[in-house]
């Protein structure tokens, strides 16, 4: 319990620079808007003409409408309203936020009380995308970001909690540190086989925790989640989207061949993932709870 609390405290230390994850690269096409919501703000997404992502205020100048499902014509944004102009390049009626597309996930920077701006986000360390399969996930849950950190930050409820994936989980303490936690644990394959892997866990910044498989099969790949807050709801209650990047890699040219298989291999990566986080926004949620009700 200290230890958890001890890498959390560490990890909200660390500056975004009011960088926000809000989806996954392939959430947003080349035709029309998507409107998601960052800590209770409206942010309308689409692309430019060069295919660069482009975000601003989700609420149309003109009437206040949402700007969601807009039709994009060579970076102008027509809302569905009245057909009203918003152009990529800003106007004085609008304009635009930082906006980033890393290849795997889209991010956008919001000018946030408390942390210094920073011109790009923290990402960490990925093996080459060209090579690798990445698959994202984004599931909400009533909480705050840092719970969805802190139950990452808990490796050790993984063989309790999800004996259906992991089994003989062991976090090595004397190799660990608070701000970095070594797991070796073997992923099961099913009830008698399962790979052994040594992972690493690290905290970039406030609102991502990233493992890295440091050893073993698969020794590169990387699952990132970020939870990024959406608002509060009509019960006064903490909102939080979760969105993990699964980026799996391995030199090996059986691997690589697989590769060519993604679009059959990615729901099987959504699908697992989808199911640990089942359990695991019990986890994070309850955590939530418990901390409202001393309040």
């Given at each position: 319990?200290?230890?958890?609390?001890?890498?959390?405290?560490?990890?909200?230390?660390?500056?975004?620079?009011?960088?926000?994850?809000?989806?996954?690269?392939?959430?947003?096409?080349?035709?029309?808007?998507?409107?998601?919501?960052?800590?209770?703000?409206?942010?309308?997404?689409?692309?430019?003409?060069?295919?660069?992502?482009?975000?601003?205020?989700?609420?149309?100048?003109?009437?206040?409408?949402?700007?969601?499902?807009?039709?994009?014509?060579?970076?102008?944004?027509?809302?569905?309203?009245?057909?009203?102009?918003?152009?990529?390049?800003?106007?004085?009626?609008?304009?635009?936020?930082?906006?980033?597309?890393?290849?795997?996930?889209?991010?956008?920077?919001?000018?946030?009380?408390?942390?210094?701006?920073?011109?790009?986000?923290?990402?960490?360390?990925?093996?080459?995308?060209?090579?690798?399969?990445?698959?994202?996930?984004?599931?909400?849950?009533?909480?705050?970001?840092?719970?969805?950190?802190?139950?990452?930050?808990?490796?050790?409820?993984?063989?309790?909690?999800?004996?259906?994936?992991?089994?003989?989980?062991?976090?090595?303490?004397?190799?660990?540190?608070?701000?970095?936690?070594?797991?070796?644990?073997?992923?099961?394959?099913?009830?008698?086989?399962?790979?052994?892997?040594?992972?690493?866990?690290?905290?970039?910044?406030?609102?991502t925790i990233v493992m890295h498989i440091v050893e073993g099969e698969g020794a590169g790949s990387v699952v990132?989640?970020?939870?990024?807050?959406?608002?509060?709801?009509?019960?006064?209650?903490?909102?939080?989207?979760?969105?993990?990047?699964?980026?799996?890699?391995?030199?090996?040219?059986?691997?690589?061949?697989?590769?060519?298989?993604?679009?059959?291999?990615?729901?099987?990566?959504?699908?697992?993932?989808?199911?640990?986080?089942?359990?695991?926004?019990?986890?994070?949620?309850?955590?939530?709870?418990?901390?409202?009700?001393?309040?």
């Amino acid at each position: 319990m200290s230890r958890i609390e001890k890498g959390l405290a560490l990890s909200q230390q660390r500056n975004p620079g009011g960088w926000y994850v809000i989806g996954a690269s392939e959430d947003v096409g080349r035709t029309t808007s998507i409107v998601r919501s960052i800590g209770g703000v409206e942010v309308v997404l689409w692309r430019d003409s060069s295919g660069a992502l482009v975000a601003g205020p989700g609420e149309c100048p003109h009437m206040g409408a949402s700007l969601a499902a807009g039709v994009v014509n060579d970076s102008v944004l027509y809302c569905r309203w009245h057909g009203y102009e918003v152009d990529a390049r800003g106007t004085r009626e609008w304009q635009p936020f930082p906006a980033l597309d890393d290849g795997v996930l889209l991010w956008v920077r919001l000018g946030t009380a408390g942390e210094a701006p920073l011109d790009r986000p923290v990402i960490c360390e990925r093996p080459p995308l060209g090579e690798s399969l990445s698959a994202v996930i984004a599931i909400p849950g009533t909480c705050e970001p840092k719970d969805i950190v802190a139950n990452r930050l808990d490796p050790w409820h993984g063989a309790w909690f999800h004996p259906y994936a992991f089994s003989h989980l062991t976090v090595d303490d004397a190799a660990s540190t608070d701000e970095e936690l070594l797991v070796d644990v073997a992923f099961r394959l099913n009830r008698t086989w399962g790979i052994p892997v040594r992972a690493r866990f690290t905290c970039p910044d406030a609102r991502t925790i990233v493992m890295h498989i440091v050893e073993g099969e698969g020794a590169g790949s990387v699952v990132e989640t970020h939870a990024t807050p959406m608002g509060i709801n009509r019960d006064g209650q903490h909102r939080t989207m979760m969105v993990e990047a699964t980026i799996a890699y391995s030199p090996r040219t059986g691997f690589q061949l697989t590769r060519h298989l993604s679009p059959l291999l990615k729901p099987m990566v959504r699908r697992t993932a989808r199911q640990l986080w089942v359990d695991d926004l019990v986890y994070a949620e309850r955590r939530y709870q418990l901390r409202s009700r001393r309040v």
